[in-house]
T-cell receptor
């Protein structure tokens, strides 16, 4: 499992509340990613990080922010959750040296916004 | 731009039958291609990568640059192969582009 954990694993929240999801890795990988998984859409990249304090947007970044103050932790924040952000969120790390190399995924967080 | 197309959302076969999950890609450079598998409510797991040319759980995939395809094949499907399968492309930008996935059901 490449030493990747996510917390919480399940969360139910109400519209308009802030939510922070945590991804933790134990193997000192430089690149970390946040995806959301929705039926009919597959996996879509939200944000990614290429080092401490270095982050960039993915294809569905609106309504999300990220932070990475330590190599091992990558946080995803929904500033004001909406029902359209109900989804399963996966964190991933990139292993190896190739730019197009494989990614390894965490167990996911199932978020429901009521 | 990177694009991955998995034309079948759903694929249903009987146990023991051959299975082929299709993947086509669009990329102007030299891609790295992968197949991931996701069993029910679990994390995505890397199944195959084209550069290693390996067989995992009886699955193989060959990169066909002329047809820009990377189809996943297994000669004899098993019930435990039932899962969601994603094809993914890695380019020079440190990101993976995923297809929308194919849900494989293997019936007894």
């Amino acid at each position: 499992d490449a030493g990747i954990t996510q917390s919480p694993r399940h969360k139910v929240t109400e519209t308009g509340t802030p939510v922070t999801l945590r991804c933790h890795q134990t193997e000192n990988h430089r690149y970390m990613y946040w995806y959301r998984q929705d039926p009919g859409h597959g996996l879509r990249l939200i944000h990614y990080s290429y080092g401490v304090k270095d982050t960039d947007k993915g294809e569905v970044s609106d309504g999300y922010s990220v932070s990475r103050s330590k190599t091992e932790d990558f946080l995803l924040t929904l500033e004001s959750a909406t029902s359209s952000q109900t989804s399963v969120y996966f964190c991933a790390i990139r292993a190896g040296t190739s730019p197009g190399g494989a990614q390894y995924f965490g167990p996911g967080t199932r978020l429901t916004v009521l | 731009a990177q694009r991955v197309t998995q034309p079948e959302k759903l694929l249903s076969v009987f146990k023991g039958a051959p299975v082929e999950l299709k993947c086509n890609y669009s990329y102007s450079g030299s891609p790295e291609l992968f197949w991931y598998v996701q069993y029910s409510r679990q994390r995505l797991q890397l199944l195959l990568r084209h550069i290693s040319r390996e067989s995992i759980k009886g699955f193989t995939a060959d990169l066909n640059k002329g047809e820009t395809s990377f189809h996943l094949k297994k000669p004899f499907a098993q019930e435990e192969d039932s899962a969601m399968y994603y094809c993914a492309l890695g380019g020079s930008n440190y990101k993976l582009t995923f297809g929308k996935g194919t849900l494989l059901t293997v019936n007894p």
